[in-house]
């Protein structure tokens, strides 16, 4: 019942149902705190991050592009499965989305640092799309 992607996001937010063995639930103020730890947007001091740590391109409160995360793996980036075998259509889908919101040809009237983080970012939904596209790089990504 628990198993794959809502097992594992269980398993990442610390957050078991009382009943499963060996595991308790966080209280609130235990995950509040968890919460506080996590960045804070580089332009008007909010939690960038959505309810539950859901990944957010853009500050809810002041809407300012957040530098892209260096930890995240292109599957993650592309939302697809990490395994050889891709959808290319939801792939083009999803980098074409992805474009249109962090390109930066939009974000010429924005300050400099949010236009760096927007080529920083292009930059990562270029080299994640291209790599994924192709089965050879595809599957040199995922030996690495």
């Given at each position: 019942?628990?198993?794959?992607?809502?097992?594992?996001l269980?398993?990442?937010w610390g957050l078991w149902?009382?009943?499963?063995?060996?595991?308790?639930p966080?209280?609130?103020?235990?995950?509040?705190?968890?919460?506080?730890?996590s960045?804070?947007?580089w332009?008007?001091?909010?939690s960038?991050?959505?309810?539950?740590?859901?990944d957010v391109?853009?500050?809810?409160?002041c809407?300012?592009?957040q530098p892209?995360?260096?930890?995240?793996?292109y599957f993650?980036?592309?939302d697809?499965n990490r395994?050889?075998?891709?959808?290319t259509?939801?792939?083009?889908?999803?980098?074409?989305?992805l474009?249109?919101l962090?390109?930066?040809?939009?974000?010429?009237?924005r300050?400099?640092?949010?236009?760096?983080f927007?080529e920083?970012?292009?930059?990562?939904?270029?080299?994640?799309?291209?790599t994924l596209?192709?089965?050879l790089?595809r599957?040199?990504?995922?030996?690495s």
């Amino acid at each position: 019942m628990w198993g794959g992607r809502a097992g594992a996001l269980l398993r990442v937010w610390g957050l078991w149902p009382s009943w499963v063995p060996g595991r308790r639930p966080l209280s609130c103020n235990a995950a509040s705190q968890a919460r506080s730890n996590s960045p804070r947007c580089w332009k008007c001091g909010g939690s960038p991050g959505g309810p539950m740590g859901e990944d957010v391109l853009f500050c809810p409160q002041c809407r300012a592009l957040q530098p892209p995360d260096p930890t995240r793996d292109y599957f993650s980036l592309m939302d697809c499965n990490r395994s050889f075998r891709v959808d290319t259509t939801k792939l083009q889908h999803r980098y074409q989305q992805l474009q249109r919101l962090v390109h930066p040809d939009f974000f010429s009237r924005r300050s400099q640092t949010e236009k760096d983080f927007s080529e920083k970012h292009s930059t990562l939904v270029n080299d994640a799309y291209k790599t994924l596209l192709a089965p050879l790089s595809r599957g040199l990504y995922l030996v690495s």
